[in-house]
C-alpha cells in the first residue's frame, strides 16, 4: 500500500466547528496524524467551518431542529472536497451519515462522565431546594427531574465558556458539563466533580472524537487506520447500535455506555420520560462481537417495557 501523503505544499484538509473544545479536537487530530507519519504540523490546514447550530445561540435547540444542526455545513464542505476530513464530538453525531461519507475512525475516549459544576456547592444532593439549574440537554434536565423533583430547571445554551460565564453572573446556581470537554481544554479551575455513571448515565459517544471522510477517498481511510482506536470504535459500536434503533435525536432524554472488561462488553442504557418522571433502564453483558445485536435487543426491550405513551415525544 503506498500512501499519497500531504505536505505543506498540497495539505491535508482538516474541517472543524469554531468553539475552543471543538478546535481543540481538531488540533489533536492535526498532532495524531502528524506523529504517525512524522509529518510537520504545516502539512495539515485547519478549516473553521460555521454550522446553524453555531449561528442561532438564542433559541432552544430543539425548536431548530435536530442533532444534524452542528454538521450539516461541514458535511457538505466535506462532500464537495472543500475540506479532506471532518472532525465531530460523536455525541453530537446523528446515527447515520449522508450518502457518500463514513464515520469509523476514532481517537483514545476521555472521560466519559458528566461533571456538576457549581461555585457554592459541592454535590447534586447539596443544592437546597429550589435551586435554579442550568443546561439545554433534555437527558441532563430529565435525569436531574427525576432524582431532584425540588428543583428548577432553566435552559442553558451556548459553548463552555458561555455556560461557565451564565453560572459566573448567577443565571443558574449549578450546570453540568461533560468531564471531557473540561479535559480537554485543560480547564482545572473550574469547580467540578465528576459524577459517577451510576448516578447520571452518559450520552451515547461522550467523550469520544470521530473523524469523517469521504468512502471513495482510500488514501484517507489508509491514512485514519494508523490512528483509530479500536476499543473506542467497539464501545460506539454497540452504543450507537442501541441509539439508532431507539430512533433517537437531539429530543430525546436518551442515556447509553459500552464498557469493555477483556472480551466482555458490558452494555447499559437508559430512556426517560421528557419531564424526568419516570426511567427505564437496562444493562447487559456480552461477548464485543455481539455489541451491535445487544445494542438493538436492549433499545427494543425498552422500547416494549416503556409502552405507548412513554414515547410521545417522539
Ligand atoms: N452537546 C455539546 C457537546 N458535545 C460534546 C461535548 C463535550 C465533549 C464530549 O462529550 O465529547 C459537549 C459539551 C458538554 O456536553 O458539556
Redesign the pocket.
Known amino acids: 500500500m503506498t500512501l499519497n501523503l500531504p505536505t505543506p505544499a498540497q495539505p491535508l484538509k482538516i474541517g472543524t466547528r469554531g468553539s475552543l473544545?471543538a478546535l481543540a479536537q481538531a488540533h489533536e487530530t492535526r498532532e495524531r496524524l502528524a506523529t504517525a507519519f512524522d509529518l510537520p504540523f504545516e502539512a495539515f490546514t485547519i478549516v473553521v467551518i460555521k454550522t446553524t447550530g453555531d449561528k442561532i445561540i438564542d433559541r432552544p435547540l430543539k425548536e431548530i431542529g435536530g442533532k444534524g444542526l452542528f454538521t450539516r455545513e461541514i458535511e457538505a464542505d466535506l462532500l464537495s472536497g472543500d475540506i479532506d476530513i471532518a472532525v465531530h464530538?460523536?455525541?453530537?453525531m446523528p446515527t447515520l451519515q449522508p450518502e457518500g461519507l463514513i464515520l469509523d475512525t476514532y481517537l483514545p475516549r476521555?472521560d466519559v462522565r458528566d461533571a456538576f459544576i457549581s461555585p457554592t456547592s459541592r454535590s447534586l444532593a447539596d443544592l437546597p431546594a429550589g435551586t435554579v439549574v442550568g443546561t439545554s440537554?433534555l437527558r441532563r434536565r430529565a435525569q436531574l427531574m427525576l432524582k431532584r423533583p425540588d428543583l428548577e430547571v432553566v435552559e442553558f445554551r451556548g459553548n463552555?465558556q458561555t455556560r461557565l460565564m451564565k453560572l459566573e453572573q448567577g443565571v443558574a446556581a449549578a450546570t453540568f458539563?461533560?468531564m471531557?470537554?473540561l479535559n480537554r481544554l485543560g480547564m482545572a479551575e473550574v469547580p467540578a466533580t465528576a459524577i459517577e455513571t451510576d448516578v447520571m448515565l452518559p450520552a451515547v459517544a461522550?467523550?469520544?472524537?470521530g473523524i469523517e471522510r469521504r468512502v471513495e477517498d482510500s488514501n484517507v481511510a489508509n491514512m485514519l487506520a494508523a490512528i483509530h482506536d479500536t476499543p473506542t470504535g467497539q464501545r460506539l459500536a454497540a452504543e450507537r447500535s442501541f441509539l439508532l434503533e431507539l430512533d433517537g435525536s437531539c429530543e430525546t432524554p436518551i442515556a447509553g455506555l459500552a464498557e469493555l472488561d477483556g472480551g466482555t462488553l458490558y452494555l447499559r442504557g437508559e430512556v426517560l420520560r421528557l419531564d424526568g418522571s419516570e426511567a427505564i433502564n437496562d444493562a447487559i453483558t456480552c461477548p464485543i462481537e455481539d455489541g451491535v445485536k445487544a445494542g438493538k435487543e436492549m433499545a427494543q426491550k425498552l422500547l416494549s417495557q416503556a409502552g405507548k405513551d412513554f414515547f410521545d415525544w417522539r
Open positions: 473544545l464530538s460523536m455525541k453530537d476521555e440537554s463552555l458539563l461533560a471531557a470537554g461522550q467523550g469520544a472524537i
